[in-house]
């Protein structure tokens, strides 16, 4: 990629996912103390717009993201008997959607990858543990997840850009923490 091609596209990225951009911004909150792991996304206003209910009593870790009506919009799952660290993301149907894994060759930082069954591959760097990542396709940023930009202990924000649907973009940050955060 040229020099100038990618400082359009930084130009380009600024533009979305900058002050005042067009991504979408999600807040989520964890409970510090709840059967199960559950947790609410809100949006940009405050207002719930997900929830996170955790499953207990499971042999696999299971999270569904619902709305707030309490419908299933994907499962998040556990995948037992993998070498790597893998979590699937399913449709409420069962179908499977995604698969998210870390990366096998990580030189530099955390990598992950997540395998999208009708669409491009998502490439996630940065530091996961900690909140400060990016999801990219083909080089470009389609969302962004950042700890920074909240003072309020387990609380971080997730940014979606529009060439990503936002119950995917955050099933895949709460399958990250999921596999990153404490107990595992």
């Given at each position: 990629m040229g020099l100038?091609?990618?400082?359009?596209?930084r130009r380009e990225e600024r533009r979305e996912f900058g002050i005042g951009g067009d991504a979408t911004r999600?807040?989520?909150r964890q409970k510090l103390i709840s059967v199960g792991g559950d947790s609410w996304i809100e949006d940009g206003n405050g207002e719930r717009a997900f929830r996170v209910n955790g499953k207990a009593l499971r042999m696999r870790r299971t999270l569904?993201?619902?709305d707030v009506s309490g419908n299933v919009l994907c499962r998040i799952q556990t995948r037992v008997l993998h070498i790597r660290d893998t979590m699937v993301i399913e449709r409420p149907d069962g179908e499977q959607m995604a698969k998210v894994h870390k990366a096998?060759?990580?030189?530099?930082?955390?990598?992950w990858k997540v395998d999208v069954e009708d669409g491009d591959d998502i490439e996630?760097?940065?530091?996961i543990v900690d909140h400060e990542y990016e999801l990219e396709v083909d080089g470009k940023k389609v969302a962004e997840v950042s700890k920074k930009w909240f003072r309020i202990r387990d609380t971080y924000g997730i940014q979606v850009g529009p060439d990503i649907s936002p119950p995917l973009a955050l099933a895949i940050a709460v399958a990250l923490d999921a596999m990153t955060g404490p107990g595992d």
């Open positions: 100038g091609k990618r400082r359009q596209q999600y807040q989520m569904d993201l619902e096998l060759i990580t030189p530099l930082r955390e990598r996630i760097q940065g530091n």
